[in-house]
C-alpha cells in the first residue's frame, strides 16, 4: 500500500525528510509585521530571524486550509497527517475537517489525522516512527492505534533562550517571563500531556538549564535503549550538540537525530531556543 505523512510545517524536517517523497509539508503562513512569509522550503530562517527583532508587533501565524490537505488525499493509498498541538493552533481542526469533506464522497478512504499533543521535535520523531512502521508494512489501522498510543507517552521538553515570544503570544504570564529574563532564569518547559505549555524545572543560566532537561528526560523516558531522540535547535547547532552530549551522558538512546526548526518552530523557540522529544 503506498503512503503519504502530510506534516504541517511546526514539524522540523531534516535534510533525510526533505529529500524523502512520503514526507510533505503542509506551510502555516507567518505573519511578521506586513510581511506574510509561506512556512514551507523557501523559508529563509536568518531572514525571518531578523525580521521578528526588528518588529515592534507580534508576529503570527495562521494555519492552511482543508483545502491545502486535500489536493494530496488522492496521491496515496493510505494518508497519515501529523499536526501542532490543537491546543497551540487551529491545523488540526482544519485538517479534520479537510477528512471530513472528502470522506463525504471517499468514504473508504484511509485518512488518520494525529494531534501531536506536542509541536517541533516532537511532531518530526511522530512523523520517522509512522513512517517505520508504514515500511515495515503495518496495517493502516493497526499505525493509527499505536501512534495514538505512543503520542500518550511521548516526551517532549524545550529550553529557551528568551520568553518574550512565548509572552507575547499569551502563552506565559508577563510577571514570569520578565522575572525569568531579568534574572537569566532558563526555564526546563514541557507538554503536559495534553499538548499545553507547562513549567517543569528551572535553572541559573542555560548550561544549568540543559542539565536540568537531561535529568528530566531521564526521569521520564521509557525504554530509551530502544528509542530515537529528536533535538531540535534554532540557529543554534553548537548548543544542539550540547544538548545530545549532555542528554547521552544520562540517557543511552539507541538513535539521535538533529534538526533546524522550521518557521513556526523558529517564531516560538526565537533565537537558540532547543526542543527535544523522545
Known amino acids: ?34 510581511q506574510d512569509i509561506i512556512d514551507d522550503e523557501t523559508f529563509d530562517q536568518q531572514d525571518f530571524l531578523r525580521r521578528v527583532s526588528e518588529t515592534p508587533d507580534c508576529p503570527k501565524s495562521s494555519c492552511p486550509s482543508p483545502e491545502k490537505y486535500i489536493e494530496y488525499f488522492d496521491q496515496a493509498d493510505d494518508i497519515y497527517i501529523v499536526t501542532l498541538s490543537s491546543h497551540l493552533s487551529g491545523s488540526f481542526n482544519s485538517a479534520e475537517l479537510a477528512k471530513q469533506m472528502y470522506g463525504e464522497e471517499h468514504p473508504d478512504k484511509n485518512i488518520h489525522v494525529l494531534d501531536s499533543k506536542s509541536a517541533s521535535a516532537g511532531q518530526t520523531l511522530q512523523a520517522l516512527k509512522i513512517q517505520k512502521l508504514a515500511e515495515k508494512g503495518v496495517p493502516f489501522e ?63 543560566g542555560m548550561k544549568k538549564a540543559i542539565g536540568k532537561m537531561a535529568e528530566a528526560v531521564k526521569g521520564d523516558a521509557i525504554s530509551p535503549a530502544e528509542s530515537t531522540l529528536v533535538i531540535s535547535h534554532c540557529n543554534n547547532a553548537q548548543r544542539a550538540e550540547l544538548v545530545k552530549e549532555t542528554i547521552l551522558a544520562a540517557v543511552p538512546f539507541r538513535e539521535v537525530i538533529v534538526a533546524e526548526t522550521g518557521g513556526v518552530s523558529s517564531l516560538y523557540a526565537a533565537d537558540g531556543g532547543i526542543v527535544v522529544a523522545y
Open 1 to 34: 500500500m503506498s503512503y503519504l505523512i502530510l506534516c504541517d510545517s511546526c514539524t522540523d524536517f531534516t535534510p533525510a525528510m526533505e529529500q524523502d517523497s512520503h514526507f510533505i509539508r503542509i506551510p502555516l503562513t507567518l505573519h511578521v509585521g506586513d
Open 142 to 204: 493497526e499505525i493509527a492505534k499505536e501512534m495514538e498510543d505512543f503520542t500518550l507517552h511521548m516526551g517532549t521538553k524545550f529550553v529557551l533562550e528568551t520568553l518574550e515570544m512565548l509572552r507575547r503570544n499569551g502563552r506565559l504570564s508577563n510577571i514570569t517571563a520578565l522575572l525569568v529574563n531579568a534574572l537569566n532564569i532558563k526555564l526546563v518547559m514541557t507538554s503536559d500531556g495534553n499538548g499545553q505549555i507547562d513549567k517543569y524545572a528551572q535553572g541559573r
